[in-house]
């Protein structure tokens, strides 16, 4: 008999569709900001406001006495990888590649955990997960040459493609992190607590994403005209406002709650679906309608998960 902890009933089903909906409404918001702000400083500002609505939940996690303090190396390698660089990379991308683009090449984001696992923690790969692995790279491959095949031999990405390869490697390399901690590395208590556990995160990302910012506004002057505005207004406060409380809050507690309630497996599943609904807002919000290649790449990124995750 199955573990009642594994089924998948509707409300866990409704639980698990909230992170997906809400990470591809976070790629067309960036869109859609691109000349309203740069994007290291978007992502430093939307941090900057999850910071503060963390706070209420889990300041005793910062004060002086707290276990952190002593695990602050992992933390500053956590904050980077997850809150400083995966983030600000994807905004990057959003400059020249579109939602649909961005979310699919995420996608592709368990081929990196296969090789990383293997180069740097001996995970063995089977034969299973390497077919798995070809099919979804074989996925992104679609998307990137715009499903024109003539073009593979002199594949030239966009920087928007390349920039959110680098941030899914990066989130890759997050994940083993949190997956394959070294033992005492982490204070139980912060572990276990969700709002602890991310704000000493946050807090340790936001030196790294200060210092981007920081770079990015000594660079501007150098920058084509109307890639160094920022325009304050509605838009930009209520864009801010849904990356801060959406993406960065309600998607992370209610990951984590699917997550607990049915595992990693099942949960990654959903977490794919993030392509199809940033096709759906980008064809509503931007007019840029999904074309075949995508979901030639869809089915093939989703195949191959769903081949090298069965027993």
């Known amino acids: 008999m199955s573990n009642p902890s594994q089924r998948l009933t509707p409300a866990t089903a409704a639980l698990l569709l909230i992170p997906p909906l809400l990470w591809a409404g976070n790629a067309v ?11 290291i400083t978007f992502n430093f500002l939307r941090w900057v406001l999850a910071f503060v609505m963390l706070l209420p939940l889990a300041a005793w996690v910062l004060a002086p006495r707290s276990p952190v303090w002593a695990h602050g190396r992992r933390f500053a390698v956590l904050g980077l990888t997850s809150v400083a660089l995966y983030n600000a990379l994807q905004y990057m991308a959003l400059k020249t590649s579109t939602p649909i683009n961005v979310t699919l090449v995420a996608a592709s984001m368990p081929v990196w955990m296969i090789l990383l696992g293997r180069l740097f923690y001996g995970v063995p790969v089977t034969r299973r997960a390497a077919l798995g692995a070809a099919l979804s790279l074989a996925g992104v491959v679609v998307v990137l040459v715009r499903g024109d095949w003539h073009q593979l031999g002199a594949l030239q990405l966009v920087p928007g493609d390349a920039w959110m390869l680098a ?22 208590e912060v572990r276990r607590d969700w709002a602890a556990f991310l704000l000493a995160q946050v807090a340790f990302g936001l030196t790294w994403s200060a210092a981007m910012t920081t770079g990015e506004w000594l ?3 150098s920058l084509p005209e109307g890639e160094h505005h920022l325009r304050w207004g509605w838009p930009l406060v209520l864009s801010l406002l849904y990356v801060a409380i959406g993406p960065s809050l309600l998607a992370y507690r209610a990951w984590g709650a699917g997550v607990t309630r049915v595992g990693p497996t099942v949960a990654g599943f959903f977490s794919n679906l993030t392509p199809l609904f940033a096709a759906l807002m980008s064809a509503t919000l931007l007019g840029e309608p999904p074309h075949l290649y995508h979901l030639a790449g869809f ?13």
């Open 29 to 39: 918001v960036g869109r859609l900001m691109q000349g309203s702000i740069p994007p």
């Open 219 to 221: 660079m501007l002057p």
């Open 299 to 311: 089915v093939l990124i989703v195949g191959g998960i769903l081949v090298s995750s069965r027993r």
């Open 167 to 188: 941030a899914s490697i990066t989130w890759a390399w997050y994940s083993w992190m949190l997956a394959r901690p070294a033992p005492g590395s982490e204070p139980p």
